[in-house]
């Protein structure tokens, strides 16, 4: 009986799509969307809580893709239109890594991709990961995959 109604339950919340608050080193590879970041002025920040970190190293994997209109019209005899993105990665104050990018095109539309791929372990175990986007797209579109692993 209660095991019928422990699987029930678990039927009906995993479903539900819920905010990245966490995550597990060695677990799932999450998705986060611009409604997991909260702005800071014009700039977008994520703070997740990491479990399973014991000072052993770990591979980093953070990969974000924006898109959106431009920020900036250049000066230009055709239409030119530039695009950036920053993306700053931080665990429990110890600096991961970073990564920026700038694109200029004649669309008014455009799509940047940001990677941070790194292998480090902490002199202090990492227990909040921080992630920090900026970028002068207008009507901006997040999309971030990140994982944590242990080295092998």
Do not use: W
């Not at 969307?33 to 994520?46: L, P, R, Y």
């Not at 970190?53 to 230009?76: F, M, S």
């Not at 700038?102 to 921080?130: D, K, V, W």
Request: aromatic content about 12%; glycine content about 8%.
């Amino acid at each position: 009986m209660y095991n019928r109604l422990f699987l029930l339950l678990l039927l009906c919340f995993s479903g539900q799509a819920l905010a990245v608050d966490s995550i597990f080193v060695g677990g799932v590879r999450h998705t986060l969307t611009q409604e997991d970041f909260f702005a800071v002025g014009d700039s977008f920040q994520a703070e997740l809580d990491v479990f399973g970190d014991y000072g052993q190293e770990l591979i980093i994997d953070i990969a974000l893709r924006v898109e959106g209109d431009a920020g900036k019209e250049l000066p230009t005899s055709t239409p030119l239109y530039m695009y950036d993105a920053q993306l700053y990665a931080s665990c429990s104050g110890s600096a991961i890594g970073q990564d920026s990018s700038y694109l200029y095109s004649p669309a008014s539309h455009g799509e940047l991709q940001l990677l941070i791929n790194t292998r480090m372990t902490f002199a202090n175990t990492c227990e909040r990961l921080t992630l920090f986007v900026t970028s002068s797209m207008l009507n901006k579109d997040m999309e971030m995959k990140l994982s944590l692993m242990e080295g092998f």
